[in-house]
């Protein structure tokens, strides 16, 4: 069974920044597409940004120049750097972890941007 780890989130102010992690085990880190999915209230889950096991990126167009996925092997850790937050981005965040036809997902935390 897949366990995806996470951390970051919380509340800031327009234009502000936050960064998200999730941890997984070696073998999820090195064979499974990582991802970053949100979810508002309201509104179905939606891709933010995901990286593959050799580190191409895909990001959704409302986030493009402004948050970035990263991959760090000795921690077995993807990260999601959101700069330049808007009130719209305020959502659940949750990690994934794919491969094949099998997808597994983390806690998930809310990220609140308000004034």
């Known amino acids: 069974q897949v366990q995806l780890v996470e951390s970051g989130g919380g509340s800031v102010q327009p234009g502000g920044s936050l960064r998200r992690s999730c941890g997984a085990s070696?073998?999820?880190?090195?064979?499974?597409?990582m991802g970053w999915y949100r979810q508002a209230p309201g509104k179905q889950r939606e891709l933010v940004a995901s990286?593959?096991?050799?580190?191409?990126?895909n990001y959704a167009d409302f986030v493009k120049g402004r948050f970035t996925i990263s991959r760090d092997s000795g921690k077995n850790t993807v990260y999601l750097q959101m700069n330049s937050l808007k009130p719209e981005d305020t959502a659940g965040y949750y990690c994934?972890?794919?491969?094949?036809?099998?997808?597994?997902w983390g806690q998930g935390t809310q990220v609140t941007v308000s004034s």
């Open positions: 994934n972890a794919a491969r094949l036809n099998y997808a597994a």
């Open positions: 070696r073998f999820v880190f090195d064979m499974y597409i």
């Open positions: 990286i593959t096991p050799n580190g191409r990126e």
